[in-house]
């Protein structure tokens, strides 16, 4: 059974950093794409960044590039997000997605004050 556990989030004023972590498991962790969404309170889901099993990187949100990165460790089954210069508008709960678009974790909440 696929579990995957965030954390990492909290409140942290703008301009500063985070680095969010999830936890993989039930699954070959090494065999897949992974991915990071987010939701801000009122919108929709929107895909932030994705990893390859060979940890290529992609980015699909604007705002964030150049300040997220996405990694992996395909030896703890872990996958990270670091933010860098957050902004308020980078409020959201962050979900770890993987190994299909339908294996969500719970979320970890991320509030960043003016």
């Known amino acids: 059974q696929v579990q995957l556990v965030e954390s990492g989030g909290g409140l942290v004023q703008a301009g500063g950093f985070l680095r969010l972590s999830c936890a993989a498991s039930g699954f070959l962790f090494d065999k897949y794409t992974m991915r990071w969404y987010r939701e801000a309170p009122g919108g929709e889901r929107e895909l932030v960044e994705s990893i390859s099993s060979r940890s290529v990187t992609t980015n699909y949100a604007d705002s964030v590039k150049g300040r997220f990165t996405i990694s992996r460790d395909n030896d703890k089954n872990m996958l990270y997000l670091q933010m860098n210069s957050l902004k308020p508008e980078d409020t959201a709960v962050y979900y770890c997605?993987?190994?299909?678009?339908?294996?969500w974790g719970q979320g970890t909440q991320v509030t960043v004050s003016s």
């Open positions: 997605v993987g190994p299909s678009v339908m294996d």
